[in-house]
Structures are given as C-alpha cells and as structure tokens.
C-alpha cells in the first residue's frame, strides 16, 4: 500500500471527499438498498457545500472532531473519516470510505485507528456506527476491528 498520511482535512480536500464518499455509497450500496435510497444517502451525506462547512468547524468541539483523510503519494485522497464524541464517553463515527478500488490495503483501519485517537483524546471509552443496512458491506471490515452488534444497524465497542 502507498498511503502516504492521514491528515485533517483542508478546504481544498472538499470535492474530492464527497467524490469519494458518493462513489462509496454507490458501489457498496446501489444493489442492496435500490437505486431511489441510494441517492437519497448521496444527497444527505455528500453535499459538497456540507463538506465545505463541516471542515470549516473548528476543531476540538466533541460532538464534532471533523473530518480525516488519507492520502497516498500523489497527495490523492483515497480515503476519509469523520467523527465525534456526542455523547459523554461514546464515540460516533459518523462516516467510512476508501476508494473502491484500493480496499483491503490498510486505508480504512489506518483512517479509523486516527478517529479513535481523536475520540480517546476527547473522553471517549466506547466508539459506535450506525450502517445504512443490516447486510452492510463493511461490516466484516467493523467486526474484524472489534465491534459488535448493538441493533440491526448498530455496531459498538470499547476503545
């Protein structure tokens, strides 16, 4: 694997998260949930202007720690994590994504081990995620780093 760093995120690394983020949606998702509510998880979860200003937060607020990306090389994100602690001592992943195409190289655990630094940092003892389907794609990805079944949708763990 060529990842070259994980990084918070710039305004500059907008477009190519919600590329990113769509492109994941899509290609895990359009055959399991139908293309109608696929495109209805696009365009709650990729807006570009969202993106625009979720990286403009500032950081350190807990219920919102921002969004992380992983870069290879090139500097291409090929990879991005966001997360925060809304609740005393429970981290929430709020979303997951490698480029399809460079799954299974370390991308994703590299990107959620920072998120985890970050919630730990700020409390957090117990991370969760909620998935868009029970037969979610990424949840061996999830199970294989800990997290168990908490609800249909609903993974947990202890940090």
């Keep these: 694997m060529l990842l070259a760093d994980v990084r918070t995120a710039a305004p500059g690394d907008a477009a190519a998260i919600s590329r990113l983020l769509a492109a994941a949606i899509r290609e895990d998702y359009n055959s399991l949930l139908g293309e109608m509510r696929v495109s209805r ?3 709650d979860h990729c807006s570009l202007p969202r993106i625009r ?3 403009a937060i500032p950081g350190g607020a807990p219920a919102w720690l921002g969004w992380l990306v992983a870069a290879d090389a090139d ?3 090929v990879g991005a994590v966001s997360g925060g602690v ?3 001592s429970e981290g929430e ?3 997951l994504c490698t480029t399809p195409s460079r799954r299974r190289q370390g991308i994703g655990s590299a990107l959620l081990a920072a998120a985890d630094e970050r919630m730990r940092a700020h409390g957090a003892a117990v991370q969760r995620i909620t998935l868009p389907a029970e037969r979610a794609p990424a949840l061996p990805f999830f199970t294989h ?3 168990t079944a908490l609800g249909p949708v609903r993974l947990g763990r202890t940090l």
């Design 41 to 43: 998880l696009v365009s």
């Design 53 to 55: 200003a979720e990286i």
């Design 75 to 77: 500097g291409a994100v």
């Design 86 to 88: 809304p609740v005393t």
């Design 93 to 95: 992943v709020y979303a």
């Design 145 to 147: 780093h800990g997290f």
